[in-house]
């Protein structure tokens, strides 16, 4: 079982067979297992470009691989990848008839063990990989051990919402939920600042839940800044963590690779202290430079029952930065008209 981008709380990541999710700063354990299928079943998945685009140099669509999508919007039905089979139909009704079809075909009918071997050794491999890439021990946190440490020390049933930007997107491999409902995040478009609006939202909706509301301090400059009033004043607590690294990444990231290094608007210094911003709305503040702090502080957050602000400071720069959303956004224009194919580059 993978899950699509940013759809972490799809399957139970406690369960064996799953690979986590698929596309930027995803699985590879996910991306190799679905290299490898025959057909795929995609139940409520739009199949959009952030879930199915190359990541990591992993070319991971089956090229060869029967399709089969169902989702109960038909305008959604192989909009973005060709498919073989377009169901309209409720996802979860959908699964429970095809396996209800599938066990009266071949009752009795054992699970391949060698394909589970399988399944298990890409698991773990990833896993491994990924605990290796999260285990910098530098002075001011590298991004991904901040990630790793925060993902553990949130407590299990708790409800995050994620948002756009390089930090957010890189939570794909991190952040796991074994419920339903648990990861909201803004997705392939959404807009920048929307987790602390998302967070409030879901606490309404879920008040016996801790609701971590994470962001890029570029996204908490655009919503949970100002915000952080409206929690204070309506009672409100949700926990904002504020990855905080002076700039702009995900924008910085495609001047690094495309435009030469030629940095604009990208580099934040100056930022404020988000922590005592916080205090003086009225709300918790933390300051975090260390990751051995990190789960003290949240189960501080946790257990105060206030809105609270913890601001993370990590590592910036290019060193550290993801990849690029899309490869393939800033590709130069190919012109095929014979009179302007002197402007093509080369």
């Not at 959009?48 to 089956?62: A, E, R, S």
């Not at 001011?140 to 997107?169: F, K, Q, Y």
């Not at 602390?196 to 839940?209: N, T």
């Not at 993370?312 to 190919?334: S, T």
Request: proline fraction near 5%; aromatic fraction near 8%.
């Amino acid at each position: 079982m993978v899950g699509s981008y940013l759809h972490n709380d799809t399957f139970p990541s406690n369960h064996p067979l799953s690979m986590g999710p698929l596309g930027y700063c995803g699985s590879k354990a996910a991306m190799r297992t679905v290299a490898k299928a025959d057909v795929v079943l995609a139940l409520g998945s739009r199949l959009g470009p952030f879930g199915t685009l190359p990541q990591y140099d992993i070319d991971y669509w089956p090229k060869n691989a029967k399709i089969i999508q169902v989702d109960q919007n038909p305008k959604v039905l192989g909009l973005s990848m060709r498919v073989d089979v377009a169901s309209i139909a409720d996802a979860k009704e959908y699964g429970r008839e095809l396996l209800t079809m599938l066990k009266a075909k071949a009752p009795g009918r054992k699970p391949n063990q060698e394909r589970l071997a399988a399944a298990e050794k890409e698991r773990r491999a990833w896993l491994d990989e990924l605990e290796k890439w999260s285990s910098s021990t530098n002075e001011l946190m590298h991004p991904r051990r901040a990630l790793w440490e925060l993902s553990r020390a949130i407590p299990e049933g708790s409800i995050v919402a994620t948002d756009i930007g390089n930090n957010s997107s890189m939570a794909n491999s991190y952040f796991r939920f074994n419920g339903a409902r648990q990861h909201i995040a803004a997705l392939s478009w959404g807009n920048c600042g929307f987790a602390y609006g998302a967070a409030m939202g879901a606490k309404f909706g879920q008040p016996k839940k801790a609701v971590f509301a994470f962001q890029g301090d570029g996204a908490w400059g655009i919503s949970g800044l100002s915000e952080v009033m409206t929690a204070v004043r309506e009672n409100i607590p949700i926990i904002a963590v504020v990855a905080n690294n002076h700039e702009w990444g995900a924008e910085k990231k495609n001047q690094v690779d495309y435009y030469d290094n030629r940095y604009i608007g990208t580099n934040l210094p100056g930022t404020p202290n988000y922590a005592t911003l916080a205090k003086d709305m009225g709300a918790l503040g933390f300051n975090v430079e260390r990751y051995q702090d990190i789960a003290e502080v949240v189960e501080e957050a946790v257990d105060s029952g206030k809105p609270c602000v913890i601001d993370m400071a990590i590592q910036g720069g290019k060193e550290v930065l993801a990849e690029p959303f899309r490869r393939d956004a800033l590709k130069k224009a190919y012109r095929l008209l014979p009179k302007y194919k002197h402007l093509n580059v080369k």
